[in-house]
């Protein structure tokens, strides 16, 4: 099982275009200018993602990690 670092992941949804649109307490929705709907991840930096909610992100955002 992958796990990877909500950081990471931000670094990475950044480097491709994806804004923060909203946020409440830990929970972060970002948009794309051209992709369509919305990525949210729960965690902070250092929290470990992994599981269900990686591949739901990794399908929301069309990156693969």
């Known amino acids: 099982m992958k796990v990877i670092k909500a950081r990471k992941i931000l ?3 950044r480097d491709d275009g994806w ?3 909203h946020q409440v307490g830990s929970h972060a929705q970002y948009v ?6 919305k990525v949210t ?5 250092n929290d470990d993602v992994y599981g269900d909610l990686l591949k739901s992100i ?5 990156l693969e990690f």
Do not use: D, R
């Open 19 to 21: 804004t923060l649109k």
């Open 58 to 62: 990794e399908e929301q955002s069309g």
């Open 11 to 13: 670094k990475a949804l």
């Open 41 to 45: 991840i729960n965690g902070t930096g």
């Open 32 to 37: 794309h200018p051209t992709k369509p709907g």
